[in-house]
Nanobody, 123 residues
Framework: QVQLVESGGGLVQAGGSLRLSCAAS??????YGWFRQAPGKEREFVAA????????YYTDSVKGRFTISRDITKNTVDLQMNSLKPEDTANYYC??????????????????WGKGILVTVSS
């Protein structure tokens, strides 16, 4: 099993930046990712990365603004969020899975979740 712990959330003004970090412990999964869930909405896929950091994947709404990265030595997965918009406000969750498709088409089949962290973007 793996334990995922998010950090780095908070309040930021529109147009600003925030960096989320996910510390993973336990077994190594093939893929890691970030999801978000806004109030009253379903949890949605944001970004994913292969365990070695070579391949990355993004949902269209964050392409060009968010960057996912992986530090193998520290066993962390970061999400750099730039040009933030009020609609980016949500609880952000770190996730891990053996199969990329489970992350991209998620959240129902995802193997492991963090507890989530709140990101609030004020207008």
């Amino acid at each position: 099993q793996v334990q995922l712990v998010e950090s780095g959330g908070g309040l930021v003004q529109a147009g600003g930046s925030l960096r989320l970090s996910c510390a993973a412990s336990g077994r190594t999964f093939n893929f890691y990712g970030w999801f978000r869930q806004a109030p009253g909405k379903e949890r949605e896929f944001v970004a994913a990365i292969r365990w070695n950091g070579i391949n990355t994947y993004y949902t269209d709404s964050v392409k060009g603004r968010f960057t996912i990265s992986r530090d193998i030595t520290k066993n962390t997965v970061d999400l750099q969020m730039n040009s933030l918009k009020p609609e980016d406000t949500a609880n952000y969750y770190c996730a891990a899975d053996r199969v990329l498709g489970d992350l991209v088409s998620g959240p129902n089949d995802v193997d492991s979740w963090g507890k989530g962290i709140l990101v609030t973007v004020s207008s």
